[in-house]
Nanobody, 124 residues
Framework: QAQLVESGGGSVQAGGSLRLSCAASGYTSSNWYMGWFRQAPGKEREGVASIYAGGSSTLYADSVKGRFTISQDNAKNTLHLQMNSLKPEDTAMYYC?????????????????WGQGTQVTVSS
C-alpha cells in the first residue's frame, strides 16, 4: 500500500515562491508515475504537473508552464514541486499522487494513491 505525505505549503505574497515535497513509501517506483494536483474551494481537482520514466519526462498544465517545476529524488523516494511567480489563482490545496495504470497523467482517474494535501495560499 503506497503512502504519500506532502509538506511545504504555506502563505506567500504574489510573485513569491514555495517548494512542495512529497515523501513516498510502500511501492517500487520503476513503473510508476507521480503527479501534483490542486483543488480550490468549489472547483474540481485539476492536474498541475506529472513526472514519469524515472524522472526524465514531465508534463505541465498550461496554467503553470514556465513557473512550476516538478522533480523527483529517486534515492529518497521524494517528489518536489518548485513554484515560482505565484499568483492568487494558484491558491488551493495541493495533493501528491502516484499511479501505474497509465492514461492522461493530468487527470485524477490515472492515479491510485493520494496524499492528504498541503495548503497553498497566495495573497495579492
Amino acid at each position: 500500500q503506497a503512502q504519500l505525505v506532502e509538506s511545504g505549503g504555506g502563505s506567500v505574497q504574489a510573485g513569491g515562491s514555495l517548494r512542495l515535497s512529497c515523501a513516498a513509501s510502500g511501492y517500487t517506483s520503476s513503473n510508476w508515475y507521480m503527479g501534483w494536483f490542486r483543488q480550490a474551494p468549489g472547483k474540481e481537482r485539476e492536474g498541475v504537473a506529472s513526472i514519469y520514466a524515472g524522472g526524465s519526462s514531465t508534463l505541465y498544465a498550461d496554467s503553470v508552464k514556465g513557473r512550476f517545476t516538478i522533480s523527483q529524488d529517486n534515492a529518497k523516494n521524494t517528489l518536489h514541486l518548485q513554484m515560482n511567480s505565484l499568483k492568487p489563482e494558484d491558491t488551493a490545496m495541493y495533493y501528491c499522487a502516484a499511479g501505474n495504470q497509465w492514461g492522461n497523467l493530468l487527470l485524477p482517474y490515472a492515479y491510485d494513491y493520494w496524499g492528504q494535501g498541503t495548503q497553498v495560499t497566495v495573497s495579492s
